[in-house]
């Protein structure tokens, strides 16, 4: 989806930060997840957002037409989405999806501009115990192996096998789009992030004390336990949430069902703006 202007910031060690800006509305800043940029990952969410809010689809730094650098640690991706936030000049909501939700969810408690966050299934591995942690290293580990080998798609495989953990309906549905070719060149900016701070995680739990704006939390029906399970701890650790699940999707539901995440990511934006 072609965007109607660039919104471009810079972020705190210089790197520049660039995002479309599809619609009009409120402000809704993006934040995609795992091996996606700011126009890939949200293709079929966009269409059913831009009628009720302006879309700022961020890329952080190595991603889309944002600026690289040498540092790729959790720090580093926080303050570019802080920076970005920060340039448009009014209050925002902020959405995150997997990974992205997770660095949305840590931004969220550095900048006074986020009038409401919303969370797509957010990956904080720091949630799960040992042996989830585990399986998200081993799987990192064969990544890195695979892409090393000159094997990128069978790397964003893994990835989606492992660390997004599609159900058999959204493998199906990948396969028939080509998604791991898609995927492939991100795939290195994911271990560069990976290896500068581990798995997607927190830099401090107690970050969430910091959260006290609306949160939006949303899952699929069909999606992994751990990502229920992440839903269901930052329901009751965070101080203002509204938990939504909705039926029949998995952890990919902004990608293949993005009708009804749409839908229900709108409707509760809009109740969390409402006075109490």
Same mark, same amino acid.
Not at 40 to 47: A, D, E, F, Q, T
């Given at each position: 989806?072609t ?5 471009r ?27 996606? !940029? ?26 889309g037409?944002?600026g ?13 989405i ?5 340039s448009?000049? !009014? ?9 992205g ?9 550095h ?27 081993? $799987? ?24 997004a ?6 493998? $199906? ?12 060149p991100?795939?290195?900016v ?9 798995p ?39 101080? !203002? ?36």
């Amino acid at each position: 989806m072609t965007p109607h202007r660039m919104h471009r910031t810079t972020s705190a060690d210089g790197t520049v930060i660039v995002g479309g800006v599809h619609g009009s509305g409120p402000p809704l800043v993006l934040v995609p997840g795992g091996p996606a !940029d700011g126009e890939r990952g949200w293709l079929s969410l966009l269409p059913h957002l831009v009628d009720h809010v302006t879309c700022y689809t961020i890329n952080t730094r190595g991603r889309g037409p944002s600026g690289d650098h040498p540092d790729h640690a959790r720090e580093r991706i926080v303050e570019d989405i802080v920076a970005f936030v920060e340039s448009i000049g !009014d209050e925002v909501a902020l959405f995150g999806h997997s990974a992205g939700g997770t660095h949305a969810l840590e931004a969220a408690a550095h900048t006074a501009s986020v009038s409401t966050l919303a969370l797509y299934e957010p990956t904080l591995t720091d949630l799960g115990d040992e042996r989830l942690r585990a399986r998200f290293r081993d $799987a990192f580990v064969r990544v890195r192996r695979a892409v090393d080998a000159g094997r990128p798609e069978d790397a964003a495989w893994i990835f989606l096998d492992e660390l997004a953990m599609v159900n058999d309906t959204e493998r $199906a549905l990948l396969e028939q789009v080509g998604a791991a070719q898609a995927m492939a060149p991100l795939v290195p900016v994911v271990l560069a992030e990976e290896a500068a701070s581990g798995p997607p995680q927190l830099s401090d739990l107690s970050l969430l004390d910091r959260i006290t704006m609306p949160v939006v939390l949303l899952h699929g029906a069909r999606t992994d336990p751990f990502y229920t399970d992440v839903v269901g701890q930052l329901t009751m650790r965070l101080a !203002d949430v509204r938990t939504s699940e909705i039926p029949d999707v998995g952890h990919l539901g902004p990608e293949i069902e993005p009708g009804p995440v749409a839908a229900e990511l709108v409707r509760q934006l809009h109740a969390a703006s409402q006075p109490a």
